[in-house]
């Protein structure tokens, strides 16, 4: 039939993006780190697939809060504790202060407390030394914690730890 090469040729191209879409995966960072509590499920993930030497990388810390659940911002309130990042980095790398999204009120008169439910989104910037050597790979860890209430409050503490390539040009991340 008429149409035959262009199926064939289809097919062929197919497996050559699928070739190529795997081959690069061994040079990836990872994307993200999972903790899962009974009323929390938090992520720690690598905006870019990479970070440049002298360069710098965004990191998201994400909550899945439990209905009914909340976390605290920098500043509390009247009663409750923010999240502490306890960072392990490589020698020279170094990681900013947390960006806290911007609060709710959540009041618990007489008391009024600044925090966050739902999905939560805390950023840092992780900052690479300019004799990073491309083609290394690094490893970040995250000791996290965080008290979570409802009509009791909860210490939490999750472990994160992602693998990141030192490239020339990173390149953004897909997910």
């Not at 262009?6 to 993006?17: A, Q, T």
């Not at 950023?123 to 000791?143: F, M, Q």
Request: glycine share 8%; proline share 13%.
């Amino acid at each position: 039939p008429p149409d035959a090469p262009i199926k064939g040729g289809m097919r062929h191209f197919g497996i050559l993006c699928a070739l190529f879409a795997a081959f690069p995966l061994a040079a990836r960072a990872e994307i993200s780190a999972r903790v899962d509590t009974e009323r929390a499920s938090s992520i720690l993930a690598a905006e870019t697939e990479g970070v440049a030497p002298g360069g710098r990388l965004d990191l998201v810390f994400e909550q899945s809060l439990k209905p009914g659940w909340h976390v605290y911002w920098s500043n509390p309130g009247d009663s409750g504790l923010p999240l502490v990042f306890d960072w392990t980095l490589p020698d020279g790398f170094s990681a900013g202060p947390i960006d806290y999204p911007a609060p709710e009120r959540i009041p618990l008169p007489p008391l009024v407390n600044y925090g966050h439910v739902g999905k939560p989104v805390f950023r840092t910037t992780l900052a690479a030394p300019a004799d990073a050597r491309a083609g290394d790979v690094v490893t970040v860890s995250l000791r996290a914690q965080w008290l979570i209430c409802a009509d009791v409050c909860v210490p939490e503490t999750g472990e994160f730890q992602l693998t990141i390539p030192v490239v020339d040009n990173p390149p953004p991340n897909a997910h």
